[in-house]
């Protein structure tokens, strides 16, 4: 009685598995290396797998290990796409072979020009905006103006920095070398030296504790350290200040995507980074972390909209893998560590 129970229960199994056939030995998979941590991605996967049928097997790691890999692995990556922070890293990963052009109408509508590559290689999915945060004790608004006025002499013993050695200030300069010249952003960064309060911190968070305590008067910081900073303590003596806002405006970066050199799975990982770009997406991709979506149709998160607007700089987010050896020597050159 038992075997006849299951192989009725079998007969019925492969019936439906003939019926769903096409799906079952179609499925789709696409594999994506991300140097956006798992909390960050993970629920967008899952939303997309949930429309569109196609899973995702995703692996994390830093940004330099993971491109590393892909360098090593040449044609026989797994990977179908690469996700990471920062346009240098983006524009590097496209530098070196690793990305392939993608022509899609859903991305040129939904991705703004400035936040893409112009050979359309990579495409920014969330902005993060650095800008000042000061000590609402020590320092007036009307006080700041420009990255560039942190270089005067009212300053001294009053700046703190996260180090140089990463990408994020590395970005900046190579901006602002886009933007002035290398000769005016050298004297500036020497006057960022001169005004220093501390030696250069180990991060954004370390930098705004040193200012909420009143080691230095005023940092510069990726918006989303800010947001996670004070939801953990909001009382803290810190604001955002918006600098640039009569000239060129705020200096913005990226994380975003591109489609592997050697993806197998070309297509749905197309689908993948369209969908990233949506504004169901949109509001998961950037809401999770505190960043801007890149898609300017999408408002950003009510914690993140109270903290103002402001006029971003246009200059193309590239320019900052463009520019970005000639930023590190400079800074070197200035006695940035």
Same mark, same amino acid.
């Given at each position: 009685?038992?075997? !006849? ?13 003939? !019926?769903?056939?096409?799906?079952? /030995? ?7 290396? %991300? /140097? ?19 899973? *995702? ?29 920062? $346009? ?15 022509? %899609? ?36 608004? /009307?006080?700041? %103006? %420009? ?30 070398? $886009? ?21 250069? !911190? ?18 510069? *910081? ?116």
């Amino acid at each position: 009685m038992l075997r !006849l129970c299951f192989s009725r229960y079998l007969a019925a199994m492969l019936c439906c598995t003939a !019926l769903l056939g096409t799906n079952v /030995a179609y499925a789709e998979q696409v594999v994506v290396y %991300s /140097a956006r941590i798992e909390q960050l991605i993970k629920p967008m996967f899952d939303a997309f797998t949930q429309d569109t049928g196609i899973a *995702v097997k995703f692996v994390t790691d830093n940004e330099g290990a993971l491109l590393a890999r892909l360098k090593a692995e040449g044609k026989n990556t797994p990977a179908d796409m690469l996700i990471t922070v920062d $346009a240098g890293n983006l524009w590097e990963a496209a530098r070196e072979g690793l990305l392939r052009p993608v022509e %899609s109408k859903t991305l040129d509508a939904n991705i703004p020009a400035h936040l893409r590559d112009p050979q359309k290689q990579w495409f920014g999915l969330s902005v993060r905006a650095r800008t000042m945060v000061y000590n609402t004790q020590k320092v007036k608004p /009307a006080e700041l %103006s %420009s990255y560039d006025d942190l270089a005067e002499p009212k300053w001294k013993g009053r700046l703190c920095l996260r180090s140089s050695k990463k990408v994020y200030n590395q970005s900046l300069v190579a901006m602002m070398i $886009a933007e002035h010249g290398e000769a005016k952003t050298e004297q500036i960064v020497k006057g960022w030296v001169a005004n220093f309060a501390t030696d250069p !911190l180990s991060d954004d968070t370390r930098a705004m504790e040193f200012v909420a305590a009143g080691k230095c008067d005023v940092t510069l *910081v990726n918006t989303y350290y800010y947001g996670r900073l004070l939801t953990k303590n909001p009382v803290l003596p810190l604001a955002i200040f918006w600098p640039n806002q009569a000239g060129s405006g705020v200096h913005i970066n990226v994380s975003g995507a591109g489609i592997t050199k050697g993806a197998k799975n070309e297509q749905a990982a197309i689908k993948l980074l369209e969908f990233l770009s949506s504004e169901k997406a949109q509001n998961l991709f950037a809401d999770i972390n505190m960043e801007y979506p890149a898609n300017p149709r999408i408002k950003p998160d009510p914690v993140v909209a109270a903290w103002g607007n402001f006029k971003q700089n246009p200059m193309n987010v590239a320019t900052a893998g463009e520019l970005q050896a000639a930023a590190v020597k400079l800074m070197d050159r200035a006695g940035y560590r």
